[in-house]
Structures are given as C-alpha cells and as structure tokens.
T-cell receptor, first 114, second 116 residues
Framework: AQSVSQHNHHVILSEAASLELGCNYS??????LFWYVQYPGQHLQLLLK??????LVKGIKGFEAEFIKSKFSFNLRKPSVQWSDTAEYFC????????????FGSGTRLSIRP | GAVVSQHPSWVICKSGTSVKIECRSL??????MFWYRQFPKQSLMLMAT?????????EQGVEKDKFLINHASLTLSTLTVTSAHPEDSSFYIC????????????FGNGTRLTVT
C-alpha cells in the first residue's frame, strides 16, 4: 500500500531563511505528487503538483519541489520564507493503481519568526 | 478556479442524533469526491471515496453504516454521521476532482462537528 512520510513535524525559521521540507513516499509504480498548504483557519490549498515531465516543479508563492524518483522523494523548497508562510504543509501521493485516492503525509507545521 | 462548497461549516449535535454534511462542486463536475477526517494537529485521514452513481469505497477501519455517503449527482456528495457520539467530534473535509484524472483535488472549507 502507498504511504507518505513527512519527517519534520514542526519547523521554525526566521524570515528570509531558506526552507526545505522533506517528503518520501512508498510505492514502486507511477505516482502523482502534491504539496498542499493549510493556513491558520483556512482550508487546504494546492501549492504545486507533479504528474510527469520536468521533475522540478514550480508552484505558487515562490515554492518549488523536486521529484527524485530514485529516492522516492518530493521535497518542498523555498529560497526565502516570509512570515505569511506560517502554515501547515501536507505532502500527498496518488498512485495510478489506487483508483484516484490521494494519501496524505502527517503534515509539517511551519512557524516563521518575524 | 474550481470551488468546492461544504455545508455546514460547523455543527453541534447531541449524542445519538444524526448529522448530514454536504459537499458541492460549484463550477465543475466531479465524478469522484473524497471524505477526510482531520484530528487536531494531525493529518487528513481518508475515510472514503465517493463515486457518482455507485457505492462509496470505505477505507479500512471506517464504519460504512456509521458514515453514510451518498453521491447522487456530479456536483453533490453527502456524508451522514449516524447516531453520533462524542468520539465522532472532529473536522470533516471533502474534496472533489474534476473528471480529468490528472486534475488536482479541490477542498471544501471543512465542517467542525461537535457531539455533546
């Protein structure tokens, strides 16, 4: 069965620091990969997604993620974070064979110090 | 962009009663909708996959007789929590995908259920 691991439960950074959030998945076949963000008191929003093609994916608000198939990873990055990036970030995977259901990681809470 | 409307946003009910939560795709058709449950400070747990015109597929450990799902049209899925108990108190979130299998999920704002 597919699963998603996010090893960082809570990350605290200062503004302008660089960010990298880890995401690893377990599934040997073709996958679609996603990063979602949940700002305090709001619903989930899609940050970026990878289906195929260029493994370096650019999303909204300056975020990007790189799919490394050999490492089963899809880490999220941002070169310079802002206070407004404070939120919960969820990595998710959809395996082609699993009838479209998407499995989420446990989430990483990002706190940015102003 | 695609919008998913979830109603109500919060509800308080007494133990033993049933609560219905609606999930609508406002500007697109969704053959598949998903129901998640989010515990405080935890991730989303997929409860079931709702397919228009057919029975929902429940994840292991989710009681289908307790969490009734109906997906009667391409724009509406409902989750009914039957005979609710305090342990059912949680945040329930629906999501919907457009008919293109490569499209991302769009999420509703969620429903905070409190069972007293």
């Amino acid at each position: 069965a597919q699963s998603v691991s996010q090893h960082n439960h809570h990350v605290i950074l200062s503004e302008a620091a660089s960010l990298e959030l880890g995401c690893n998945y377990s599934y040997g076949g073709t996958v679609n990969l996603f990063w979602y963000v949940q700002y305090p008191g709001q619903h989930l929003q899609l940050l970026l997604k990878y289906f195929s093609g260029d493994p370096l994916v650019k999303g909204i608000k300056g975020f990007e993620a790189e799919f490394i198939k050999s490492k089963f990873s899809f880490n999220l990055r941002k070169p310079s974070v802002q206070w407004s990036d404070t939120a919960e970030y969820f990595c998710a995977v959809n395996a082609y064979s699993s009838a479209s259901k998407i499995i989420f990681g446990s989430g990483t809470r990002l706190s940015i110090r102003p | 962009g695609a919008v998913v409307s979830q109603h109500p946003s919060w509800v308080i009910c007494k133990s033993g009663t049933s609560v219905k939560i609606e999930c609508r795709s406002l500007d697109f058709q969704a053959t598949t909708m998903f129901w998640y449950r989010q515990f405080p400070k935890q991730s989303l747990m997929l409860m079931a996959t709702s397919n228009e015109g057919s029975k929902a597929t429940y994840e292991q450990g989710v009681e289908k007789d307790k969490f009734l799902i109906n997906h009667a049209s391409l724009t509406l899925s409902t989750l009914t929590v039957t005979s609710a108990h305090p342990e059912d108190s949680s945040f329930y979130i629906c999501s919907a995908r457009e008919t293109d299998a490569n499209s991302p999920l769009h999420f509703g704002n969620g429903t905070r259920l409190t069972v007293t």
